[in-house]
T-cell receptor, first 112, second 114 residues
Framework: DGGITQSPKYLFRKEGQNVTLSCEQNLNHDAMYWYRQDPGQGLRLIYYSQIVNDFQKGDIAEGYSVSREKKESFPLTVTSAQKNPTAFYLC???????????FGSGTRLTVV | AQSVTQPDIHITVSEGASLELRCNYSYGATPYLFWYVQSPGQGLQLLLKYFSGDTLVQGIKGFEAEFKRSQSSFNLRKPSVHWSDAAEYFCAVGARGSQGNLIFGKGTKLSVKP
């Protein structure tokens, strides 16, 4: 079945370390998105990419980085510059003609 | 600026009772409208969407929503709630021709009493 796979589901990081969250889709979707979710704050856009080798900052990009070398993959790196990285991270994708998103099942990142 | 407001942060209903979750949007033209549902620790699942045409749209799991242009609203309804409907619900709006980026409301958490 087509879908979006986020891995790992749970991730623990020590303070000062960078960590990369994986997002892979086999839907042949053009656009991909990263959101951060904190209790009571809804979804906040971190980065998005409309095409390969191009991406744009969202509302809360500071302390994060992304790459889009392949259409299927959109990894998110949480850097040590992100002051409060503990959160639930969601990846989504969208095809060219449909304005709704398909979401992955999320990665919960905890800084220890 | 585009915005989506879900006025109710948390709603509790009894099992079998009817449900209405409110969503208001601010937008200059007719937007695309969506409702998503999220179970704890999971991603978001699309319940239904409105693009054009009939303003009453049917979705999965027995949900429906009505687009009211005059009120800038897109409220989600269900005639009889089941315990499995307990989740968080997000309304989203997308602009036609805006590269497809959606704006999400902050969500309404639904609890269901037995």
């Amino acid at each position: 079945d087509g879908g979006i796979t986020q891995s790992p589901k749970y991730l623990f990081r020590k303070e000062g370390q960078n960590v990369t969250l994986s997002c892979e889709q086999n839907l042949n979707h053009d656009a991909m998105y990263w959101y951060r979710q904190d209790p009571g704050q809804g979804l906040r856009l971190i980065y998005y990419s409309q095409i390969v080798n191009d991406f744009q900052k969202g509302d809360i990009a500071e302390g994060y980085s992304v790459s889009r070398e392949k259409k299927e993959s959109f990894p998110l790196t949480v850097t040590s510059a992100q002051k409060n990285p503990t959160a639930f991270y969601l990846c989504a994708s969208r095809d060219r003609g449909f304005y709704g998103y398909t979401f992955g099942s999320g990665t919960r990142l905890t800084v220890v | 600026a585009q915005s989506v407001t879900q006025p109710d942060i948390h709603i509790t209903v009894s099992e079998g009772a009817s449900l209405e979750l409110r969503c208001n949007y601010s937008y200059g033209a007719t937007p695309y409208l969506f409702w998503y549902v999220q179970s704890p620790g999971q991603g978001l699942q699309l319940l239904l969407k409105y693009f054009s045409g009939d303003t009453l749209v049917q979705g999965i799991k027995g949900f429906e929503a009505e687009f009211k242009r005059s009120q800038s609203s897109f409220n989600l309804r269900k005639p009889s709630v089941h315990w499995s409907d307990a989740a968080e619900y997000f309304c989203a709006v997308g602009a036609r021709g805006s590269q497809g980026n959606l704006i999400f409301g902050k969500g309404t958490k639904l609890s269901v009493k037995p």
